[in-house]
């Protein structure tokens, strides 16, 4: 899921400990502070520390006043070589091409384990929306190839898509079938993504808080900061790519249930908005003197469905008679790229 | 003459003379407001004495103008400095492409949209479910300040570290831009702290406080980054169809709408910020759609917020134009609701259709002459509007908070950490501890 | 494979100093190469802009918080205040004109303060008003103050917010020194100095929202002065009271019409090592003296800054030819009819003057502003502009600070006539908008906004007992509590399909001993 799907889901759970509502009125915001913070945390340790500290054995970095694609397809078949040769987990970095203020020049690297070749295309040159520039499309027609030693599986459908900011990393995994199980992003969702962490985390925080304010702190910052950092680990692993639960019990990823893609704009928008009214229906049972009255079923109707409702109908009304287009979702790339697209 | 032409001249006016004053870079509405709220506080006894029939629907024209509006200069004076910009906004983009009037004509749907979404789905509900909210959320809206500034900062993608071998170098190279961010959200809160404790500027004009800081902040180093700035404009080319249907208005709605309600509603909380967590939670990654998003956006952000001062049985202040509002009149009843309903219907249609000629002109304008140049003389009238009113003082505040500004354009990090200035104090003094901070600062 | 290409869109107008010289890549702000790692010169302006950004936003700040720590905010006389003073600091040296009176909601309180010129409300947070209590500084009416505030003015409400603590100065109102037989309902709402020997401490029971209880006597006779257990808290000796000789200095006010003297700090009672001093006994001609309340004329109203002459007139003499005209009128208020849920009506007070009687309207926001709601039997003053309504002259009041109590000692307070009372069981839905009187015990409050709600409980069964604050006087809300055995008179009504008791405006409630 997007990051701020998470960040409001973080608030919604904080928002169901009476302690946090109280703190609240008392004009401490720590405890929502913490939701949101630590239902964001995961992505933010991921993205923002660990990925610039995980190390590569092979870095491809195009060179913006030559684009090759042929030296990235080479050198992608070098790192796979190179795992087949030495039997080893091997990081390959895929950087991106910068070509001016805003442009950035686009290429995507696809296994065809048929052929056993890999192949490079360089795609239309970008701007930091990832929007193509017009006229830049067939700038490099040629598909650059190179063989491959061994079959790439992809147990999800990455598209290994380079542009804007930062190349993503891929990770090439031998099987003892001899074939490459290939990992999008190894240093995501890793460690960060587990619920152990969490905890381990409230505990710290928790600590912290019972020497500066005791006990009752102590146990409401941990309860708040598991709960919220859970709830993270919990919805990403309704998409595909999954979470390293129990890490450092699981050493691996548990895949995802396939309900979603965490790119999917319905998913995301229906997580942030059910948890905004969440959060108000958990902030009127915490209002005293309330004057107006409704019920939990009274605020989904006024807050959920009836505008749902019209807005299906609306959009069904404009676009009677025409093809509406959905992408498909993709879940790692999804993430990766939302995070770089907001900025 | 009856009410009705009363009522209906005076916002023709109102819309007339703010879409006029859009054009102008730099300048902002509330400013021209302040200077007529002075106006009619003089004449108010004498013979001269404006009825509140005539300075309210002259007013809600002027901010429907000028939201309408004001999307000229910021797309076709707005020309993005290469030397040292890191992302370009999408309207910018749309005028380094020649395409400057097809992006102002997008955003002016996008306002229209947001007028028929205020006028129809939101008037209609406000009287009957914002009283409720405002009942819950009392007490509440500190915090809702802080999940607001955490998120912005955390949400900042570092722009840097994409090439290299891992290691502490390169998570500096990346984490500078995000401290820079910091360093500008900190230090416009600091200034926001001092001008909100203690500000050197004069009490006798203490109602513009803020508005150094703001120009400081916002409007001179855009002036100073045009006028630096080694790009020139490509002739525009005007467009035949701006491509636009109706689920890419319904989604512009859905998310413009959400960004600019929570901004109009929340206090503190400006169109910006709105329509950061608005694109965050609807994704929409379309340029048309972030385009008339935004003019949705700033539609119910400037005229939505002024809007709440007048629904029946709420009571809530919100924007600078409801303040000034407020020093002058007590909105009394649905009358008055009715009054300003209308208004803003009639003020949204004379101002649409006001969009494409002053687009024309503009453009022309900037055809003739360097837009440096505009922006040296938009320069002058800022530094001229800020010491008439603050004196040298108000200056020497304008000039802090253009270092403070200028920090996030040259240094690659989000313009959004300027509105520390307002966000970091006011939920600091909102939560009951800013007292503390401006203890520890030796200001109180 | 390198392909041939054109300049890219855009690309044609950028600046070349965003490319390494050397190697000719796109390197942006940035003035050393990533790829080669060459020096990349940047122009002079660019270069100056980042210094002058970084100077400005650090030394300049530094130097702007010199200056604003270093200035001293100006003092300005309230009558002197404009609108374009809005969000300003400033410094205000007047006299408090109310008692601070804490929120309903706990979060802050707010007093009224006069500098002879004009007067404002002034709003105290709640860690302020902690800050206030615990130090002693609680304005009360009569104290000299300075203070620091930051104005907010608008059309109906200004105001000003406290701004620290620390600018605060209290001088309190000299508190005369009184012998315990010389306190007299008379001198309600004011302050005094009693001394005495405590001959008990009787702390209320627990559960109970009663205060705390302090007897003490001089050789003239006994009184007792109430106080609740955070002024019990703050008392320096509070383990020794007993038989200690004591100075308070007090308020004196009356509760159900009897005297009571009430402990506005803890740290306002002192223990003495010896008998106190006797107090100069006062002859007939100073007890009338001081028994006497002189009227004073009230200061200059203010209201943003303007000033709006104002004619003082009786009820009877407001006539429809004064349309258009601001007077000030004084009544006793006969009647108030707040607007209903749900609707903009306005608040509609009947004043009274003998016969005659006047019509007096505000709106909800004028109320919210007014410090001492109107209470029918209390003597109001009222200032606003005559209308013609129905034929019938009426005051229209545009600000709530023009809503000024003069006496609330009703003229002849209206008890609960208990021989009418029903049981409760009998009250129907059919009795709707009838009037009804019951008695009996009081349950667990729940808070409305502007009212409270106590279920009303007797032999027969259980009613909801509606009290809305604007209707009934304050002291007969502050007297019932959860288990008071009370008589009430109220109006038969529904909501939510629940039957409940309206209590009619005035003194419909009161305690049964």
Known sequence: MKGFSHFMSGVAVASFGPWAIEAARNGNPLFFILGGACGILPDTIDFKFYRFFYKHDVYVEPDPQAPDPQYVADEVARTIALAVDEKRYIRLKLSSIRLGADFWQQYAVTFDNDKLEVAVKFGPVVNTGQVPVEGTENRYPTVARAKIKAKVIQTYDAALKVDIFDGPTIGFNPLPNGDLDLEFLPWHREWSHSLTVGAILGVLVGAVAWLASGWAMAWQCFVTIAACYGVHVVEDQLGHMGSNIFYPITKLRTPGLHWMHSGDGLPNFLTVWISCLLIFWNLYRGQPNMTYHFTFLHLMMVGLVVPGLAFGALRWLLNRGQRVEVAAGDDADDEWNESKAAG | ?444 | ?513
Not at chain 3, 397 to 403: E, L, N, P, R, T
């Open chain 3, 1 to 513: 494979m390198t392909e041939m290409k054109e300049a890219l869109p855009g690309h044609e107008t950028q600046s070349h100093e965003m490319n390494c010289p050397k190697c000719g890549r796109f390197v942006g702000a940035v003035t050393k190469c990533p790829y080669c790692g060459s020096k990349v010169e940047k122009r002079m302006s660019l270069i100056g802009l980042r210094w002058a950004a970084i100077l400005l936003a650090t030394i300049g700040l530094f130097l702007l918080f010199l200056m604003a720590k270093h200035r001293d905010v100006p003092v300005v006389m309230l009558g002197n205040i404009q609108p374009t003073m809005n969000f300003g600091q400033i410094r205000v040296i007047g006299q408090v004109e109310t008692d601070a009176r804490p929120f309903r909601t706990g979060t802050g309180m707010s007093f009224n303060v006069s500098d002879g010129t004009g007067k404002i409300i002034v709003f105290v947070s709640k860690k302020q008003m902690d800050a206030l209590t615990e130090s002693n500084l609680v304005p009360k009416a009569g104290d000299a103050i300075d203070f620091v505030g930051s104005l907010n003015i608008s059309d109906e409400q200004s105001s000003m917010r406290l701004l620290s603590v620390k600018e605060l100065h209290l001088t309190r109102a000299p508190a005369a020194a009184v012998r315990l037989a010389d306190v007299t309902t008379a001198m309600k709402g004011t302050a005094i100095t009693i001394a005495g020997k405590v001959l008990d401490v009787f702390p209320p029971p627990a559960d109970s929202k009663r205060p705390y209880a302090l007897k003490i006597k001089d050789d003239s006779g006994e009184q007792t002065i109430n106080f609740w257990q955070a002024e019990y808290d703050q008392i320096a000796d509070k383990d020794m009271l007993n038989g200690a000789w004591v100075r308070a200095r007090v308020e004196v006010s009356t509760y159900q019409n009897k005297l009571q003297l009430k402990l506005g700090s803890g740290l306002d009672l002192e223990v003495l090592e010896e008998p106190p001093a006797a107090v100069e006994t006062k002859t007939p001609a100073q007890k009338a003296a001081a028994a006497y309340r002189q009227e004073t004329a009230p200061p200059r109203d203010f209201s943003r800054g303007r000033s709006v002459p104002a004619t003082s007139l009786s009820v009877g003499a407001v006539t429809v030819d004064q349309a258009g005209q601001t007077v000030r009128v004084r009544g006793r208020v006969e009647s108030v009819s707040p607007p209903q849920e749900g609707t903009r009506q306005p608040y509609a007070v009947m004043l009274a003057d003998g016969e005659a009687s006047l019509r007096v309207s505000y709106w909800s926001n004028v109320n919210e502003v007014i410090t001492v709601k109107p209470t029918p039997g209390a003597l109001f003053e009222m200032e606003g502009v005559v209308e013609v309504y129905r034929d019938k002259p009426q005051l229209k009041v545009q600000s709530g600070y023009k809503v000024r109590l003069v006496d609330d000692t009703p003229a002849s307070a209206p008890a609960v006539d208990i021989t009418q009372a029903v049981a409760v069981s009998s009250i129907a839905l059919a009795d709707k908008g009838q009037v009804r009187v019951v008695r009996g015990t009081l349950g667990a409050p729940r808070a409305l906004r502007g009212g409270v709600v106590y279920p009303l409980t007797d032999e027969t069964g259980t009613i909801d007992l509606v009290l809305w604050e604007s209707i009934i006087p304050g002291e007969v809300l502050g007297a019932l509590e959860e288990g008071a055995q009370i008589a009430a008179t109220g109006e038969v009504g529904e909501y939510e399909g629940q039957l409940q008791l309206k209590a009619v405006p005035g003194y419909s409630a009161m305690v049964i001993p």
């Open chain 2, 1 to 444: 003459m009856s009410p009705f032409w009363i009522v209906l001249l005076s916002v023709s006016a109102g819309t007339v003379l703010s879409s006029v004053l859009a054009c102008l870079p730099g300048l902002h509405v509330y400013n021209v407001m302040g200077a007529m709220v002075l106006g009619i506080l003089a004449l108010e006894e004498t013979a001269f004495a404006i009825p509140s029939d005539v300075f309210l629907p002259a007013m809600t024209g002027m901010i429907v103008g000028w939201a309408m509006l004001n999307t000229i200069p910021a797309v076709l004076l707005g020309t993005p400095d290469e030397s040292a910009m890191f992302t370009v906004l999408p309207g910018q983009k749309y005028l380094m492409a020649g395409r400057g009037f097809e992006g102002t004509m997008i955003t002016a749907v996008g306002g229209l949209a947001g007028a028929f979404f205020l006028v129809c789905v939101v008037a209609p509900c406000a009287p009957r479910y914002l009283p409720v909210s405002q009942q819950v959320l009392k007490g509440h809206m500190h915090w809702v300040l802080w999940i607001i500034i955490t998120f912005m900062l955390m949400s900042e993608w570092p722009k840097g570290g994409n090439r290299g071998v891992a290691g502490w170098a390169k998570f500096y190279d990346a984490w500078k831009t995000l401290l820079a961010g910091l360093a500008t959200f900190f230090l416009a809160g600091m200034l926001g702290f001092i001008l909100l404790t203690r500000s050197p500027v004069s009490h006798e004009v203490a109602f513009q406080n803020i508005m150094p800081a703001f120009v400081g902040l916002f409007a001179i180093p855009w002036c100073l980054l045009n006028m630096i700035s080694a790009a020139d404009v490509p002739k525009q080319k005007p467009a035949k169809s701006l491509a636009i249907n109706g689920d890419v208005i319904l989604r512009s709605v859905w998310s413009g709408g959400l960004g600019g309600g929570i901004a109009a509603y929340f206090p503190i909380v400006t169109g910006g910020v709105g329509g950061m967590l608005a694109g965050h939670a609807t994704a929409q990654r379309d340029e048309r759609i972030f385009i008339m998003g935004q003019g949705v956006s700033k539609f119910i952000y400037y005229v939505g917020a002024f809007m709440l001062l007048f629904v029946p049985g709420l009571n809530l202040t919100r924007g600078g134009g409801a303040w000034m509002i407020k020093a002058l009149y007590t909105p009394a009843g649905k009358t008055d609701y009715y009054m300003i309903l209308g208004s803003i219907a009639v003020a949204s249609a004379i101002s649409y259709l006001m969009m494409e000629p002053l687009t024309r002109v503009v453009l022309r304008f900037i055809d003739r002459y360097n837009y440096r140049h505009v922006s040296t003389v938009a320069l002058a009238i800022i530094i001229v509007m800020v010491v008439a009113v603050t004196g040298w003082t108000g200056l020497f505040i304008a000039l802090v908070g253009t270092g403070i500004g200028l920090l996030p354009v040259l240094f690659g990090s989000r313009r959004l950490n300027c509105l520390g200035i307002l966000l970091l104090p006011i939920a600091c003094n909102m939560s009951g501890f800013g007292e503390v901070i401006t203890g520890w600062l030796g200001l109180t």
